[in-house]
């Protein structure tokens, strides 16, 4: 998420009210999660396990609980609780807006787009031209629809990330400021959840082909001319390089890749990144035709065991 313009160190601490270490006048440019920061950024660790990675990081803010070295050309917010403050800061530069009509005045349609009765258009959303959005869609605030785009009854753009800390008195929700971009010639289909970025992006690729009732978590990337088919689930910050294919029943855990032209069998569940241009099966899902001749094996092992016995 950037900021509508620059603003100092000093300037993002008086707003959560914490103090910081740098220069009052850096600049600091925006807000992200750490698998997608900037120069400019600021991003927040809460635990010492993340502290490295997180001061590592392209971003040149650190928001965290523990006065630490800062690394040279970057600054830090200290704070005693990041979670609750990155949260303030993105109730404050992407506050929640309510809507007054079914399409909202702020959002822009392009021609020839069809966009049924019943169907929920928010606060600043863009949909290209030659589109059909059928009824009973819900289409949250910020998310951007390319050309030649087909969304079927029921799929909602832009639901909040499910993404929580565990706390004494239950789960603290981290709020969700991002959007759903959508490119060209994408085919959504019926019942669909794609849930829009924690600050950035979650994103389906030009070309690419969703049956119904899918699930796709925030910030996750779908790349080009892929196909993905009925009751899959992939989970945030996963990137699904182009040209691959999830056929039903897929469930993909959070934060890895699937590579290029890579095929996932029905039912599969991939716990670890696959390279592309090969063919998965099984839970955790490995090649294919490994897979297979595992599984030979498994219901030959009454009459292996019978010709031991034999012997």
């Known amino acids: ?32 999660e750490i698998h997608v920061v900037e120069p400019g950024d600021i991003v927040f ?23 630490v070295d ?3 050309g970057k600054a830090l917010l200290i704070s005693d609780d990041p979670f609750r403050d990155f ?4 109730k404050h530069f992407k506050p929640f807006v309510a809507s007054n009509a079914s399409i909202s005045e702020t959002a822009t349609i392009g021609e020839n787009t069809v966009i049924q009765p019943n169907s929920f258009v928010g606060n600043n959303v863009k949909i290209g031209n030659n589109c059909l959005i059928h009824s009973n869609v819900a289409i949250y605030d910020d998310c951007i629809i390319g050309d030649n785009v087909t969304i079927h009854a029921g799929t909602i753009l832009g639901a909040d990330a499910f993404y929580y800390k565990k706390r004494p008195e239950g789960f603290d929700k981290l709020v969700s400021g991002g959007k759903v971009v959508v ?19 979650t994103t389906i690729g ?22 993905i088919a009925s009751h899959t689930g992939i989970a945030g910050c996963v990137v699904v390089e182009d040209e691959v294919t999830l056929w039903g029943q897929v469930g993909v855990i959070s934060g890895i890749t699937i590579g290029k032209g890579a095929v996932v069998y029905a039912q599969s569940g991939v716990a670890n990144s696959l390279e592309g241009g090969k063919t998965y099966f099984g839970s955790p899902a490995v090649e294919a035709r490994a897979k297979m001749k595992e599984l030979a094996t498994i219901k030959n092992m009454p009459s292996i065991l019978k010709k031991l016995e034999n012997k």
């Open 1 to 32: 998420m950037k900021f509508p313009k620059p603003y100092t160190l000093e300037e993002i601490a008086s707003l959560i009210d914490t103090e910081f270490i740098g220069a009052s006048d850096f600049e600091v440019l925006g807000m992200n």
């Open 45 to 67: 660790v809460d635990h010492p396990k993340y502290y490295d990675k997180a001061l590592n990081s392209p971003a040149t803010i650190v928001l965290i609980n523990k006065v």
């Open 70 to 72: 800062c690394p040279k």
């Open 87 to 90: 949260n303030k800061l993105t």
């Open 183 to 201: 490119e060209n010639n994408v085919d959504i289909g019926s019942s669909c959840t794609i849930d829009r970025g924690v600050t950035g992006d």
């Open 206 to 227: 030009e070309g690419s082909k969703l049956d119904n009732q899918i699930q796709i978590g925030h910030d996750t990337v779908i790349g080009k001319k892929c196909l």
